[in-house]
């Protein structure tokens, strides 16, 4: 016999909770270890503050972060601990929900529902 355990705002709080701590460890860590790398790579140049100098076109969208990071580059490494950072209140407002579905709370299911489409939107940069 299974008993259904039942969803408390006390433990969707604690969910909640630890899934932003263990985003913001994780984008931590990789953000980290992307300046380790950077530092080990470009650690003795002498930097320019003369020039500004944008960030090259592949670090601009989420497609070109992951594949830099894929390739092992340093910066591409950099910003995609620094994307799973932005990435982390997302996927809170995305378990929040799931949390009200179960909650059987249809209204703050759709109010949820449209914040999710606006981060997404934002986080695409306004484009559909």
Excluded: C
Excluded at 33 to 54: A, C, D, M, Q, T
Excluded at 72 to 87: D, E, P, Y
């Amino acid at each position: 016999m299974t008993q259904k355990t039942s969803w408390t705002d006390q433990r969707v709080e604690v969910i909640i909770g630890n899934l932003l701590r263990m985003g913001v460890i994780i984008a931590a860590t990789v953000a980290f270890l992307g300046g380790v790398f950077f530092l080990i790579n470009h650690g003795i140049e002498k930097p320019n503050y003369h020039f500004f100098n944008s960030e090259p076109s592949p670090l601009r969208t989420v497609g070109g972060v992951i594949s830099e990071a894929i390739s092992l580059r340093s910066t591409g490494i950099i910003q995609l601990g620094l994307l799973l950072l932005i990435l982390t209140p997302i996927a809170r407002v995305a378990f929040s929900i799931f949390a009200f579905l179960e909650e059987k709370d249809h209204l703050y299911v759709v109010v949820t529902l449209i914040v999710l489409t606006f981060l997404l939107f934002s986080l695409a940069g306004g484009k559909l």
